[in-house]
């Protein structure tokens, strides 16, 4: 069974540009949820998502979105890139939003 | 709101040796707790969930226990090995919080000596 897979691995942007980050749930996984990951913050949620709807938000500005598509893929996209946007972006899903959560292995955006 | 500690922050220890992590949590009111691990540049492992109604999950040589009054919860790590090196974090899914969210600790880094 596969696990969660995110694209890219990878990336590097630069100051006032847009990203987008995709995640593939497990098959079967209904709940994506998005959380970012810093050396000073540490891992704080995004937004989750079920069955196309998003259905908690953490505490990021406006220029963070996503979205979910009905075979349960995520997006989420990140516009005017800041400096301070740099962090491991980690994606998990679950079967339902309260069941054990499965993490991707996360995309490295650096923003230069 | 909920805050989730996690003590000590680094740790080292020679092979074979059994040890403790702790979590602690402000607001008792919680889903579930779930515990894993992290390999530097990674994502996330699962280790083991424990559900609000359980006391304890084991799974090979980890044993997790939860004391939802108390607001914590521990990891066991029996015999440890150099392969145990890596991050160990902590988290709770809150009631209050609504669904979806885990509220992470700031993790436990542990260094296993051969």
């Known amino acids: 069974k596969a696990g969660v897979t995110q694209t890219p691995r990878y990336l590097i942007k630069t100051r006032g540009q847009q990203v987008t980050l995709s995640c593939s749930p497990i098959s079967g996984h209904r709940s994506v949820s998005w959380y970012q990951q810093t050396p000073g913050q540490g891992l704080q949620f995004l937004f989750e998502y079920f069955s196309e709807t998003q259905r908690n938000k953490g505490n990021f500005p406006g220029r963070f979105s996503g979205r979910q598509f009905s075979n349960s893929r995520s997006e989420m996209n990140v516009s005017t890139l800041e400096l301070g946007d740099s962090a491991l972006y980690l994606c998990?899903?679950?079967?339902?939003?309260?069941?054990?959560?499965?993490f991707g292995q996360g995309t490295r955006l650096t923003v230069v | 709101k909920q805050e989730v500690t996690q003590i000590p922050a680094a740790l080292s220890v020679p092979e074979g040796e059994n040890l403790v992590l702790n979590c602690s949590f402000t607001d008792s009111a919680i889903y579930n707790l779930q515990w894993f691990r992290q390999d530097p540049g990674k994502g996330l492992t699962s280790l083991l969930l424990i559900q609000s109604s359980q006391r304890e999950q084991t799974s090979g040589r980890l044993n997790a226990s939860l004391d939802k009054s108390s607001g914590r919860s521990t990891l066991y790590i029996a015999a440890s090995q150099p392969g145990d090196s890596a991050t160990y974090l902590c988290?709770?899914?809150?009631?209050?919080?609504?669904?979806?969210?885990?509220?992470f600790g700031q993790g436990t880094t542990l260094q296993v000596k051969p």
């Open positions: 988290a709770v899914m809150s009631i209050a919080s609504n669904t979806g969210k885990l509220i």
């Open positions: 998990a899903s679950s079967l339902v939003a309260n069941a054990e959560a499965f």
